[in-house]
């Protein structure tokens, strides 16, 4: 198996094979039991080292952004001194999520009145979403990772625990789309600001979270047993896709040498 170099640097091009990504990631984490407890107080003084603009140049950030903005989508400066702003989140789950059974979506006056029509049933079943959807978000610059991803969740009235999934944020750097994992305290809108309202500069992305460090304790016995059947027919389609693939091949390759036969040496 080859490691690539673009985890060395905490990124996984999008052209890197997702199993050696993980791979690479949890041996790196686990290879040294103090290696998770370091990586945190790295993540957490590079935050620190951060240094928080002043009102004046937030003014001029938001101004500078809003200059660049084509839509109605602005940023905008509020009293307190936080700001307010949105995001747009693609959903790239490659496996199914868990919902209420029997549920309609929710309505305008339920948002309003934030009601929770997850709980009005126990009854689960399970789908796809459709793979790359984009929801839109207005959200706060004090408005973390975690929360943005608790709020897609509540959005697509998903029940899954929310540590199963992770914000990545894509960028173009060298010709080439790298991504990486955010942190949960992370602010997704100061990112925005700082790169821009152009999407083809950063992306916001959410994944299924497969670094090495979900909380396994966490989950139910039925969540866990869940996981197993889902992984099973993956697999099968997997083995189905392979077999059919050199099926096709095999039967190209037979067809060209009964054509070479045929033909006078």
């Given at each position: 198996m080859t490691v690539h170099n673009s985890m060395s640097s905490g990124y996984c091009s999008l052209d890197d094979d997702l199993e050696e990504c993980f791979f690479t990631a949890k041996t790196t984490l686990f290879r040294n039991p103090q290696n998770k407890l370091a990586a945190k107080n790295v993540t957490k003084t590079v935050e620190e080292a951060k240094p928080k603009p002043t009102i004046q140049q937030l003014k001029e950030m938001i101004s500078n952004y809003n200059s660049k903005?084509?839509?109605?989508?602005?940023?905008?400066?509020?009293?307190?001194?936080?700001?307010?702003?949105?995001?747009?989140?693609?959903?790239?789950?490659?496996?199914?999520?868990?919902?209420?059974?029997g549920i309609r979506p929710p309505s305008i006056h339920d948002a309003l009145k934030e009601v929770n029509l997850a709980?009005?049933?126990?009854?689960?079943?399970?789908?796809?979403?459709?793979?790359?959807?984009?929801?839109?978000?207005?959200?706060?610059?004090?408005?973390t990772v975690s929360e943005v991803i608790q709020g897609l969740l509540k959005k697509f009235m998903v029940v899954d625990n929310p540590q199963k999934f992770a914000l990545f944020k894509q960028?173009?750097?060298?010709?080439?789309?790298?991504?990486?994992?955010l942190p949960v305290t992370e602010c997704p809108l100061y990112l925005r600001l700082l790169a821009g309202p152009d999407t083809d500069i950063l992306n916001f992305v959410l994944k299924e979270n497969e670094t090495g460090d979900v909380e396994w304790d966490n989950f139910s016995i039925p969540?866990?047993?869940?996981?197993?059947v889902i992984l099973e027919r993956e697999e099968k389609d997997k083995i189905q896709q392979?077999?059919?693939?050199?099926?096709?091949f095999k039967q190209r390759l037979q067809e060209a040498l009964k054509e070479a036969n045929g033909k006078p040496g």
């Amino acid at each position: 198996m080859t490691v690539h170099n673009s985890m060395s640097s905490g990124y996984c091009s999008l052209d890197d094979d997702l199993e050696e990504c993980f791979f690479t990631a949890k041996t790196t984490l686990f290879r040294n039991p103090q290696n998770k407890l370091a990586a945190k107080n790295v993540t957490k003084t590079v935050e620190e080292a951060k240094p928080k603009p002043t009102i004046q140049q937030l003014k001029e950030m938001i101004s500078n952004y809003n200059s660049k903005v084509n839509n109605c989508l602005l940023m905008k400066l509020n009293d307190d001194d936080t700001y307010t702003g949105f995001i747009k989140v693609h959903l790239k789950l490659r496996r199914p999520v868990t919902v209420p059974a029997g549920i309609r979506p929710p309505s305008i006056h339920d948002a309003l009145k934030e009601v929770n029509l997850a709980n009005m049933t126990e009854k689960r079943t399970s789908f796809y979403l459709p793979l790359d959807a984009i929801k839109q978000l207005h959200i706060s610059s004090t408005t973390t990772v975690s929360e943005v991803i608790q709020g897609l969740l509540k959005k697509f009235m998903v029940v899954d625990n929310p540590q199963k999934f992770a914000l990545f944020k894509q960028m173009q750097k060298d010709g080439q789309v790298l991504s990486q994992k955010l942190p949960v305290t992370e602010c997704p809108l100061y990112l925005r600001l700082l790169a821009g309202p152009d999407t083809d500069i950063l992306n916001f992305v959410l994944k299924e979270n497969e670094t090495g460090d979900v909380e396994w304790d966490n989950f139910s016995i039925p969540e866990l047993q869940n996981f197993l059947v889902i992984l099973e027919r993956e697999e099968k389609d997997k083995i189905q896709q392979v077999q059919k693939k050199y099926s096709k091949f095999k039967q190209r390759l037979q067809e060209a040498l009964k054509e070479a036969n045929g033909k006078p040496g």
